[in-house]
């Protein structure tokens, strides 16, 4: 059939199985305190490398990127981030080169950089001494803030990961509702809530009074 795509959609095909990889409290936890009580999984995706047509190289992130959801937002009085991705490898490194690079302490500064041109804008301010590529295999977890200056490198031999994003509980990203079966899945796993569409109230400003806002998040224990 060729290269596989670059991105594909897994989790309708064994819901069961993936959202098991998440139905970790820890990692629960943390999204947690960095989203929010009321965060929800937005979508997912398996990313491979090297795919048809490039080598993987795609830099972007930064505050000043995309249309505004990745930044941090003001829920109840406290300041979360808009979005978390979690990347679990599928296989070792393999002692291939290349694959998850970013750009350290960028979430916190002002990039106003988006997409192709990313590379190049580090390149001309000197900055590509900073990035750093860690050797990531089967069993490790990336956690980053989309707001932190991320993406691809051309890589050695091929690698494959999965990726899921998660977004605090009124941002909506892809917006493509999860099928009957997944939301069973979910169920299952003890988290009823995780992939319940964004909310929105008429409140001037962000209220946990229960009549406003959905039950936080059930983080299994």
Not at 2 to 18: A, H, I
């Amino acid at each position: 059939r060729g290269v596989p795509p670059r991105k594909f959609s897994f989790v309708e095909d064994n819901p069961e199985l993936f959202l098991s990889l998440i139905a970790v409290p820890q990692l629960l936890t943390l999204l947690a305190e960095v989203l929010g009580p009321y965060f929800r999984l937005d979508h997912a995706f398996c990313l491979q490398q090297p795919w048809a047509g490039g080598d993987g190289v795609n830099l972007h992130g930064g505050p000043g990127s995309g249309l505004g959801l990745h930044m941090f937002v003001n829920q109840a009085g406290a300041i979360y981030c808009g979005q978390i991705s979690v990347g679990i490898p599928l296989q070792d490194s393999g002692g291939f080169r290349g694959g998850l690079t970013y750009l350290p302490g960028s979430h916190r500064g002002e990039f106003p950089l988006q997409g192709g041109e990313v590379l190049p804008l580090l390149k001309q301010a000197g900055l590509t001494e900073r990035l750093l590529t860690p050797e990531l295999n089967m069993g490790d977890v990336a956690v980053f803030p989309e707001t932190l200056v991320h993406g691809a490198t051309a890589v050695s031999g091929p690698r494959r990961s999965l990726y899921f994003m998660f977004t605090a509980g009124h941002v909506c990203y892809r917006g493509v509702p999860f099928l009957p079966e997944v939301q069973a899945a979910a169920v299952q796993c003890g988290l009823p809530n995780l992939l319940q569409p964004a909310f929105v109230s008429d409140y001037p400003a962000w209220n946990d009074s229960p009549a406003v806002r959905r039950q936080p998040t059930v983080i299994p224990k």
